[in-house]
C-alpha cells in the first residue's frame, strides 16, 4: 500500500503552492473583498454608506447581488510590520471563544500544500518564546486574564495578530478581545482562507 502513495506523489509531483512567487491556484470566492456600491441589509453592520468593511463581514451572503465576491484574497490590513523577525517567526495562537474554523485554517498554513514552515514561520505552545500572538474568537469571561498574561509575557518586538471576524469585530457571536486599534495585523474573514493568512503573516514581517 505505501508503493502506491509513494507512485502517486512522483506521478502528481510537487503540490505546495508558488507563494510568494504566484497567486493560489485556486482561490476560493468565499471568503474574498466583496464589491458594490448600494446600502443594502447585513447583520454585522459590514456594510455602510455602500462601503463594505471586511472586518465585520460573515461571509453570510444576504448582501447579494448588491455585493458580490472577487475571488481577491487580500482581505487582511497590516498596521505595524517587523522586518527583524524574517528569518524566524514564531506564532503562539490563543482561542479566546472560537467556533473552530480559524483554528483549522490556521493550522493549514503548515500543511504540505502551503508548508509555511519553508518562509521560516513556525508555532509555538508558549508565549514565552513567542513574535506574534494570533487570537481568535470572541471574548469569553474566562480567557480574558490569559489574554492579558500571554502578551504580558511575550519578549519585545512583538505583533498582536487579530485572525478572523469574531477576533476582529466579534462578528456576530458577541465582543471581540481587544480594541480594532490594539491590533498590529487584522485578517478577516469567517474564517479567512490559508492563502490569505499565509500572506498576511509574511507581509507582517515587511516582505
Ligand atoms: S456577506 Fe453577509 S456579513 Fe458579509 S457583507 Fe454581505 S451581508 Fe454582510
Ligand atoms: S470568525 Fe467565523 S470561523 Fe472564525 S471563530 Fe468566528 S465564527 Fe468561527
Not at 53 to 59: E, P, R, V
Not at 113 to 137: C, E, K, W
Request: proline share 9%; net charge negative.
Amino acid at each position: 500500500m505505501s508503493n502506491f502513495w509513494f507512485g502517486e506523489g512522483l506521478r502528481k509531483g510537487r503540490k505546495t503552492e508558488r507563494f510568494p512567487h504566484a497567486p493560489p491556484e485556486e482561490p476560493p470566492l468565499w471568503p474574498s473583498v466583496l464589491e458594490g456600491s448600494t446600502d443594502t441589509f447585513c447583520p454585522t453592520d459590514a456594510i455602510k454608506d455602500g462601503k463594505w468593511d471586511s472586518g465585520k463581514c460573515i461571509s453570510c451572503r444576504l448582501c447579494m447581488p448588491e455585493f458580490r465576491p472577487t475571488g481577491k484574497q487580500d482581505t487582511f490590513l497590516i498596521k505595524k510590520t517587523e522586518p527583524a523577525l524574517k528569518k524566524s517567526f514564531y506564532l503562539y495562537k490563543l482561542d479566546t471563544g472560537a467556533c473552530g474554523a480559524c483554528n483549522i485554517e490556521l493550522g493549514t498554513i503548515f500543511d504540505p500544500q502551503y508548508d509555511a514552515n519553508r518562509l521560516n514561520i513556525f508555532i509555538t505552545s508558549s508565549p514565552r518564546h513567542a513574535d506574534a500572538i494570533v487570537v481568535m474568537g470572541i471574548q469569553t469571561e474566562g480567557m480574558k486574564e490569559a489574554l492579558k498574561n500571554a502578551y504580558e509575557a511575550m519578549p519585545e518586538p512583538k505583533l498582536i495578530i487579530s485572525l478572523g471576524t469574531c477576533a476582529i469585530s466579534g462578528g456576530i457571536l458577541g465582543d471581540s478581545p481587544m480594541s480594532r486599534d490594539e491590533y498590529h495585523i487584522e485578517i478577516a474573514g469567517c474564517p479567512p482562507s490559508p492563502y490569505t493568512i499565509l500572506e498576511a503573516i509574511a507581509k507582517a514581517r515587511g516582505e
